[in-house]
C-alpha cells in the first residue's frame, strides 16, 4: 500500500465494534456506536498516538442527558447543538444537555462506494435536525472532517459546533497560534484563570505533563482570522495542525485539563461555530449558525500529522 491508498476495515476496540481508517501514515479509529468517537488518531511513522484513551475509566454508552466528565473523558467527541446545558428556544421548552446532545447517542456508519471515506449520521433528540461527519484523506499526513448539519424541522434551528479532542500531552507541548494572536480570553477560569480576563498568549502558551489539578477554557477574541492552531511536542518534535475556513467556522477555544476533569493531562483544540459554548449565549450575541427548514450548512476541519520540520499550516 502506498502512502496515498487508503484502506478501511471493521476492527475491535475494547469490546466495541470499531472502523479504522489508514494509509502508510496516518491510522484513525472510531466507534459510530459511542457517538462516533475517534479513539485513535496515530502518525504511524512515529508511532506517536494523539489521543488520550480511557485510561482505567470504562467505555460505556452514556446516558442520554449524563454530565460528560462522569464519561470516559477519551478521544475525539463532538459536542453540537451546544455545549454548555442551557435552553434551545426563547419559551425555555427545549433544555439541551451538557455537551450537546450527540456525543452520547449512537451514529449510523456508511463507507462510500469507492471505500476512501466514512461518514457517520446522527438524529437529534430534541431538535429536528440530522448531523453527519465524512471522514477522507486529502494527502499522505491530512485528514479532512466534513460535517453536515440538516434542519429536519417546520422552524429555524439555531446551532453552535465544537469539536472536543482531548490530546494527549506526554512531553511539555507548545500550543501554537498565528503570531496576530497576542491575548485570549478566559471563559473558564479553573484555579488560576479569572472569568471575564484577557491573558497575555505568550504566558499560557505551553502545557506541561505534570498535573496541577486546574482547568481552563480560553478563547482567540472575537472571530479568528487565520483559521489554523497546532501542537508542538518540545522533545519530540512531533505536530499536529488543523485548519479550517474562517468563514464557516469563526472562532477559536482551548480546553487545558491538568487534572481538574482528567487523570492525564490533555489539551482540546476547538475551532467553534458559535461565541461561546452555550447556545443560548450564542443566539443573544448572533453568533450561533441558523439553518432554514429544508435546509443545511457545511463545514469542515482538515488535521496534519507530523514530526521534525514543519510548515505553517496556511501554506499548504
Not at 482570522?225 to 508542538?232: A, D, F
Request: net charge negative.
Amino acid at each position: 500500500m502506498d502512502d496515498k491508498a487508503v484502506r478501511i476495515t471493521n476492527s475491535t476496540y475494547r469490546s466495541w465494534p470499531s472502523i479504522v481508517m489508514e494509509n502508510e501514515i496516518l491510522r484513525i479509529e472510531m466507534i459510530p456506536g459511542i457517538g462516533a468517537k475517534i479513539v485513535s488518531m496515530q502518525y504511524k511513522p512515529t508511532g506517536r498516538e494523539w489521543l488520550l484513551d480511557a485510561g482505567t475509566r470504562k467505555l460505556n454508552l452514556p446516558a442520554y442527558g449524563s454530565p460528560f466528565g462522569q464519561a470516559d473523558m477519551s478521544g475525539w467527541d463532538e459536542c453540537f447543538p451546544t455545549v454548555d446545558p442551557c435552553y434551545a428556544d426563547e419559551r425555555r421548552q427545549v433544555l439541551l444537555p451538557d455537551h450537546g446532545e450527540v456525543w452520547p447517542l449512537p451514529w449510523e456508519a456508511s463507507v462510500s462506494c469507492g471505500e476512501d471515506a466514512v461518514t457517520c449520521t446522527v438524529e437529534g433528540v430534541a431538535l429536528p435536525y440530522r448531523l453527519s461527519r465524512t471522514l477522507s484523506f486529502t494527502a499522505h499526513d491530512a485528514l479532512r472532517m466534513d460535517y453536515r448539519a440538516e434542519n429536519c424541522g417546520s422552524e429555524p434551528l439555531p446551532f453552535l459546533w465544537v469539536p472536543h479532542p482531548q490530546f494527549a500531552v506526554p512531553e511539555p507541548t507548545d500550543i501554537v497560534l498565528p503570531p496576530s494572536v497576542q491575548e485570549v480570553i478566559c471563559v473558564f477560569g479553573g484555579l488560576t484563570q479569572t472569568v471575564g480576563c484577557s491573558y497575555p498568549w505568550a504566558e499560557v502558551s505551553r502545557v506541561t505533563e505534570g498535573q496541577t489539578g486546574d482547568g481552563r477554557k480560553i478563547y482567540v477574541p472575537g472571530i479568528h482570522q487565520e483559521g489554523w492552531c497546532g501542537l508542538v511536542g518540545q522533545n519530540s518534535g512531533d505536530w499536529l495542525w488543523m485548519k479550517t475556513d474562517p468563514a464557516l467556522v469563526p472562532y477559536l477555544g482551548i480546553w487545558i485539563d491538568e487534572g481538574l476533569g482528567n487523570d492525564r493531562n490533555a489539551i482540546a483544540l476547538e475551532p467553534s461555530i458559535g461565541y461561546f459554548d452555550r447556545l443560548d449565549r450564542a443566539r443573544y450575541n448572533g453568533t450561533a449558525q441558523m439553518v432554514m427548514p429544508g435546509e443545511s450548512w457545511e463545514w469542515s476541519i482538515t488535521v496534519l500529522l507530523g514530526t521534525g520540520i514543519r510548515c505553517r499550516p496556511d501554506s499548504r
